[in-house]
């Protein structure tokens, strides 16, 4: 079996107890602790004059490469362009764009550099999955310096529609870079249209059935592979809460209170503010919840270096106070809201005692934290999840509350409507939903983007094959 090399900027390293926040991380530690292989990303730190070569130890079957990174570049590279510029893009955010050539540059220089290093570390027959959007240049970089070998490529985040897509100054550049990959994966059939009918109307792209594309002597395949989560260890993690000591003191906290719950890291494309206007909603429009209802928002610091991250935390702590100035009892408040992570056992544990679970972003590239909630339930008394419909998890989740994550109001009747929505009908929708999480785990989702990996390479022939004067019909 060929050795398996991830690349991703967050490395979910084995020294760090606490938990991560961000579906990338979570979900590259469960496929790789799986196969085993070499996982090379950025180590968290930063020097002047870093060395060429990473880090390199060892922990169970993986191999962790860790590369520091000079302070101006990673600034450039992750605050900047991937975070600054691309994350917004692709979030349909296009007022909180920043477009800064220097980011441009140092984005282009952490990929030269990732590539620099990550060479001498590859045998020709190894796999390599390069993930997100901040290396989309790492194939071309490869080949470059003389890779060879089969590359993939999976972007966790929304593709946007041409319309949006465009207003990126370096739009061609970017696809370019896409086409020296094998296989570029994405999250939902709607991000594969949108990226397949941007190359055919702006960029001359050839496609052909089955997602292959030839733009200029290169051809490579898009697809959708929706990620999973492992829904064994949360259905286990879930169960094994029951009775213990966090459960018991959230129960007792609660004092016999329905609880409404959501996880997000606090990211402006999580659509937290709607979300406390909803709840708020919901208790002045539905007074019946008032006392009854707690809502507990967990939403860890995420980005903090980044401008409109702090914007945000500043808008969140006016709004939640407001909320709970407004409707809180002296034995009772309604909304708890914390900016500290917490570890899979416990959100599991919260996830469980939850009669609704609300997940409303602006868009999504999928949503772990949807899937997680509904694989935490009691078959016998489940929860009800509120989706919003712009969450790529959405595609498959057809057993929630559908909601427009703009409409404060239809969320709030979202919310009372699964507050007091029957037990058979939350026991229906509920298994709707965890066939889906089952079916679509993790293992699968990484397992059929490695096997279609290895067959597309045959399909072309070797890497750098051309296409001649062969187009595809
Ligand atoms: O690494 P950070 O800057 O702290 O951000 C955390 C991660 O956020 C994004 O996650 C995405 O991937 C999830 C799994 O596929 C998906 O469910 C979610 O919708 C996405 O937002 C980002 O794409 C990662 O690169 C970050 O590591
Ligand atoms: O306190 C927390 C909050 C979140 N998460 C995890 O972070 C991931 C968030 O992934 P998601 O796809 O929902 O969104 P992202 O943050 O990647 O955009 C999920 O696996 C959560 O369980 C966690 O471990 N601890």
Not at 62 to 76: C, I, K, S, W
Not at 162 to 189: N, R
Not at 325 to 351: H, K, M, S
Not at 386 to 392: C, E, P, W
Request: glycine fraction near 8%.
């Amino acid at each position: 079996m060929a050795r398996l090399v991830i690349v991703s900027n967050r490395v979910a390293s084995p020294k760090e107890r606490a938990a991560k926040a961000g579906g990338l991380a979570v979900a590259l530690r469960e496929a790789l602790s799986q196969r085993g292989g070499l996982w090379f990303g950025w180590s968290g730190e930063t020097e002047v004059n870093p060395p060429e070569a990473p880090k390199v130890f060892r922990s169970g079957r993986v191999t962790y490469a860790l590369l520091n990174l000079d302070p101006e570049d990673q600034r450039a590279h992750y605050a900047g362009y991937a975070n600054g510029t691309l994350w917004p893009l692709c979030h349909y955010r296009l007022g909180l764009l920043t477009f800064r050539r220097a980011d441009w540059e140092g984005y282009r220089r952490v990929n030269e550099h990732f590539a620099r290093a990550l060479l001498p570390l590859l045998k020709p027959d190894d796999i390599v999955w390069v993930h997100d959007y901040h290396f989309m240049p790492l194939a071309k970089e490869l080949r470059k310096l003389g890779f060879e070998g089969r590359i993939g490529y999976f972007h966790h985040i929304p593709w946007p529609t041409p319309e949006v897509y465009l207003s990126l100054p370096s739009h061609a550049a970017l696809v370019d870079d896409l086409s020296h990959y094998d296989l570029v994966g994405l999250q939902t059939e709607n991000d594969v249209r949108a990226l397949l009918t941007y190359i055919s109307s702006e960029i001359h792209g050839w496609i052909a059935p089955g997602g292959t594309v030839g733009l200029k002597d290169r051809r490579f395949r898009v697809a959708a592979y929706p990620i999973g989560i492992d829904a064994e260890a949360f259905v286990s993690d879930a169960k094994k809460s029951v009775g213990k000591d966090e459960e018991r003191r959230l129960n007792e906290s609660l004092a016999g209170r329905t609880l409404a719950v959501g996880v997000d890291r606090l990211d402006y494309s999580k659509g937290l503010p709607g979300k406390f206007a909803a709840f708020g909603e919901l208790l002045r429009s539905f007074p019946e919840h008032r006392s009854k209802v707690t809502m507990m928002q967990v939403a860890p610091l995420s980005r903090s270096e980044v401008s409109e991250y702090q914007a945000l935390r500043r808008e969140l702590e006016e709004l939640g106070g407001a909320i709970n100035g407004e409707f809180a009892e002296f034995d009772w408040v309604p909304l708890r809201y914390l900016n500290r992570p917490f570890q899979r056992a416990t959100l599991a544990a919260i996830y469980r005692r939850s009669r609704v679970g609300v997940v409303t972003p602006l868009r999504d590239g999928m949503n772990l934290v949807a899937k997680e909630y509904v694989a935490a339930q009691d078959p016998e008394d489940p929860g009800v999840l509120v989706l919003s419909r712009f969450a790529g998890a959405a595609d498959e989740l057809k057993g929630s509350l559908l909601v427009n994550p703009y409409d404060i109001e239809g969320m709030a009747a979202a919310m009372d409507r699964a507050l007091t929505m029957p037990l058979e009908e939350r026991q229906q929708r509920w298994r709707t939903n965890m066939d889906n999480v089952e079916t679509n785990t993790i293992h699968h989702w990484c397992q059929r983007f490695i096997d279609e990996l290895t067959n597309v390479t045959d399909q072309f022939g070797p890497a750098g094959d051309t296409w001649g004067n062969a187009r595809p019909q």
